[in-house]
């Protein structure tokens, strides 16, 4: 028996009919086929395995395709939206952040729309800190056109004129909030919360400064007060306050008391005068009168009212014992009265030269004070005053 050196068996080996499939059956009388090849079955595995590396070419070009139409074509809703939303802008947000806020807040309806949007704007990169009102489910663009715009920030602007003590700016604040006096006080009872200098004594009268405030809807007694506070800061360092006491010889507290009367007594250009006529009481010896600053606002303060123009004597002697009657008590008053601004700050770490003692409002409408540091002309003065209350103002 001959074996074929290709194959591991013989050639002839006998084989079971039943066991070959019926193609494979011998002929009758003749010798049984040879097995066909292999070769068509690995052409169809190759063809396969064309057909699913076709499919997964398609499957892939496709799918970039659609990523491609994704990108090029965010999510985004038609506006103009509906509802009431409230989105803050902090310092340092960058687009991406304001529209992740915004997507959470279902202001839009992707990220991506709403960066693209902001790309496409070239105001977005101006986009102000603060509170904006949009609408749920807006077009990207429009939510940016809002943002854009810094008339669009929500805030509740309040402004506090100068001269006003504590109590007034707290009723003020009350009035233009939603908060109680009550919780201003609680935040007042504890100074060092607001940031006020050591030298205040814990009291915040005069350092709440008089100016106009933005503030935001989320904004509560603590902050207004403290923007306040900081407010006065700038302006006291504008002035070169804690220098200039130093160079004058008197503490930042009293420079920021002597600002105060200066406030109460004094318009514009003379406010430098009238600092410089409460330095020379101060001062001067040996006058008689020296350190009695007789000062009617103080006297007014101690009497817990607004400043009026003229005290009468028993006004004055009902609060003899008061540390604010600078009638009866010499030097000044333990702090400030009211809230000076940055003119009667300035006035106060920069004083006028000048030898005055004594200054009299003459006119209350214009407010033209005269000033002298003779006795006789200030009596002549107040006269004046005298002549003007009688026949031109009720104001007296």
């Known amino acids: 028996?001959?074996?074929?050196?290709?194959?591991?068996?013989?050639?002839d080996a006998p084989v079971d009919a039943e066991e070959l499939p019926h193609e494979e059956l011998p002929h009758e009388g003749g010798r049984r086929r040879r097995r066909r090849s292999r070769v068509p079955g690995c052409l169809a595995v190759l063809v396969a395995l064309a057909v699913v590396a076709g499919g997964l070419w398609w499957a892939g070009n496709a799918g970039m395709a659609f990523l491609r139409d994704l990108a090029s074509d965010p999510d985004d809703y038609p506006g103009p939206g509906k509802g009431s939303v409230t989105i803050e802008v902090v310092?340092?947000?960058?687009?991406?952040v304001i529209c992740r806020a915004m997507k959470e807040k279902d202001v839009v309806a992707s990220v991506d729309a709403c960066i693209a949007a902001a790309n496409a704007d070239p105001d977005a990169g101006g986009i102000q800190v603060g509170f904006y009102e949009l609408k749920k489910q807006m077009a990207a663009a429009d939510a940016i056109d809002v943002l854009v715009d810094p008339a669009n920030i929500v805030k509740s602007s309040l402004t506090i004129p100068e001269g006003l003590r504590v109590v007034d700016i707290v009723e003020r604040l009350a009035d233009s909030t939603d908060f109680e006096v009550e919780d201003f006080e609680k935040v007042l009872a504890k100074p060092d919360k607001i940031g006020l200098p050591d030298y205040a004594g814990g009291d915040a009268e005069g350092y709440l400064f008089p100016a106009t405030y933005d503030f935001g809807p989320k904004a509560k007694p603590?902050?207004?007060?403290?923007?306040m506070v900081d407010r006065w800061r700038q302006a006291a360092d504008a002035a070169g306050l804690e220098q200039a006491a130093e160079e004058l010889g008197y503490t930042p507290h009293e420079l920021m008391t002597i600002a105060s009367l200066v406030e109460a007594e004094g318009r514009g250009e003379d406010q430098p005068k009238v600092a410089r006529v409460i330095y020379n009481r101060l001062e001067i010896e040996p006058n008689p009168s020296a350190g009695f600053l007789q000062v009617d606002a103080a006297v007014n303060y101690a009497l817990g009212r607004e400043p009026i123009a003229r005290l009468t004597t028993d006004e004055i002697e009902s609060v003899s014992d008061s540390p604010y009657n600078t009638y009866t008590q010499k030097g000044l008053p333990p702090g400030p009265i009211e809230a000076p601004g940055d003119a009667a700050i300035d006035a106060a770490a920069n004083p006028a030269d000048g030898p005055w003692f004594f200054y009299v409002t003459v006119n209350l409408r214009t407010g033209e004070t005269k000033f002298t540091d003779d006795y006789d002309e200030f009596l002549g003065f107040k006269r004046e005053l005298d002549e003007y209350c009688a026949t031109q103002s009720d104001r007296c």
């Open 1 to 11: 028996m001959s074996e074929d050196p290709h194959r591991d068996e013989p050639v």
């Open 91 to 96: 310092g340092g947000d960058t687009s991406t």
């Open 222 to 227: 603590k902050d207004m007060l403290t923007a």
